[in-house]
């Protein structure tokens, strides 16, 4: 593996832009990464995952968005990882090929969800037989069991890990459990893994228990404040910390109330930033325009402790 620079604070979990009548829209990219290093101070992205409906893509669209990431992405992004993960082992395999043919960062891949391994072994099989398609390329286990199913502790997956997949780099941990995550730290102390926590409500908690950085959604258009509040933790401020964390957690909880997922990720995305993200794809509908109209109240009676 070549040098890499270390992969920590923000990854902003990247949304897929789409047409009016529901094509993957390739052309918003290159104003997409502008936006996210100049206005949201974010440099890293994850592609192809739950916020992106990685899993409601074609193939073919996944390898046109990752290609346009990488691309875009060069000299802008320090990292660009991909999310590889699919139902079927060969699509998967044929996913990471394409990763690593076009110079992506890292791969992550989630546990399938359909028929879920059902131990450690079953699960690590599978992103043995994934990973070994890449194998230079930087692999994130995608641990989401909420969405997955897929319960399995991390901390019992991580052991022996790295013998059966060299590649191993780290966990994408989308998870409330912090013992989980905690242990896994503590474990691994020695190994330089990344840990990225995914529950961006509570990523001050996980910053408390040592993860290195976090991947989510909300980076995408509270990128610029979180990273304030990852400064504030590492001065440490903590005071300043939390105020950061109380009040995108203040936006979160109202819009989780509301109904919160990535169709209203897809309009928060939209007004926030003024670049069109367009519909998602079915099964999700769109946010509504009462959601909308309280979500942009909510999010501009907000003071910064920046004073932004
Ligand atoms: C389930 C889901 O989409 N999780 C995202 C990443 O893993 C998060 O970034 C959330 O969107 C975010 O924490 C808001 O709840
Ligand atoms: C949120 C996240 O990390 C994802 O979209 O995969």
């Known amino acids: 593996m070549t040098s890499r620079k270390k992969l920590q604070g923000l990854v902003a979990a990247t949304i897929t832009p789409m047409t009016p009548d529901g094509q993957i829209n390739l052309p918003v990219i290159r104003q997409y990464v502008d936006y996210l290093v100049n206005k949201q101070t974010v440099k890293n992205v ?113 052991e022996g890990i790295k013998e059966r997949i060299p590649t191993f780099q780290g966990v994408k941990f989308s998870d409330t459990d912090l013992l989980d995550l905690a242990q896994c730290i503590h474990k691994n102390e020695a190994q330089q893994l990344e840990f990225l926590y995914g529950v961006d409500e509570q990523l001050l908690g996980a910053l408390a228990v040592g993860a290195n950085g976090a991947v989510g959604s909300t980076y995408n258009y509270l990128g610029r404040q979180t990273n304030l509040m990852l400064e504030a933790f590492a001065k440490p401020d903590l005071a300043l910390a939390r105020k950061y964390q109380f009040l995108t957690g203040e936006f979160l909880n109202f819009v989780i109330k509301l109904g919160f997922g990535v169709a209203q990720t897809k309009a928060v995305m939209t007004f926030v930033s003024g670049i069109p993200m367009g519909p998602p794809r079915l099964p999700l509908l769109g946010a509504s325009e009462e959601f909308i109209a309280k979500a942009k109240a909510k999010l501009d009676s907000i003071v910064w402790p920046d004073g932004n």
Do not use: M
């Open 46 to 158: 994850f592609v192809n995952g739950t916020t992106g409906e990685g899993l409601s893509l074609s193939i073919q669209e996944r390898k046109q968005l990752a290609e346009e990431w990488v691309c875009q992405g060069k000299d802008k992004l320090d990292h660009v990882i991909i999310h590889v993960g699919a139902l079927s082992l060969p699509e998967s395999q044929e996913l990471a090929r394409h990763a690593a043919a076009i110079g992506a960062g890292g791969i992550a891949v989630i546990a399938p969800f359909f028929f879920k391994p059902t131990n450690k072994d079953e699960l690590v099989s599978l992103l043995q037989k994934v990973t070994s398609e890449a194998p230079d390329v930087p692999f994130y286990y995608y641990h989401i069991p909420p969405l997955t199913g897929v319960k399995i502790r991390v901390e019992e997956l991580l």
